[in-house]
């Protein structure tokens, strides 16, 4: 059965950086995804990595977070700079464009001012 285990998020003062890993066990998936779900609010797309390359999809973050495939079969990474207030969410990754496996517990990313 496919596992994804998500981990690297904590509390951060805003201006910080964290980079949050994402292992997909038991499957190889050329398309992945990062998603967040700040308290409150649906979960939505922040940016997504295929063996071509890596793209940033929600605007708010554009330039400050990177989507990483790491060398590890089904790693990836995101990597997150000038960290803001409204960055705090519970971060997963999934599959794209549709979301298919089962969600993990994700990782929280808390930013304090």
């Known amino acids: 059965q496919v596992q994804l285990v998500e981990s690297g998020g904590g509390l951060v003062q805003a201006g910080g950086s964290l980079r949050l890993s994402c292992v997909v066990s038991?499957?190889?998936?050329?398309?992945m995804a990062w998603y967040r779900q700040p308290p409150g609010k649906q979960r939505g797309l922040v940016a997504i990595?295929?063996?071509?390359?890596?793209?940033i999809s929600d605007d708010s973050v554009k330039g400050r977070f990177a989507a990483l495939r790491g060398d590890a079969p089904n790693t990836v990474f995101l990597q997150m700079n000038d960290l803001q207030l409204d960055d705090t969410a519970v971060y997963y990754c999934?599959?794209?464009?549709?979301?298919?496996?089962?969600w993990g517990q994700g990782t929280q990313v808390t930013v304090s001012s």
């Open positions: 999934n599959t794209y464009p549709r979301p298919r496996l089962p």
């Open positions: 038991g499957d190889n998936i050329p398309i």
């Open positions: 990595v295929t063996d071509a390359g890596t793209g």
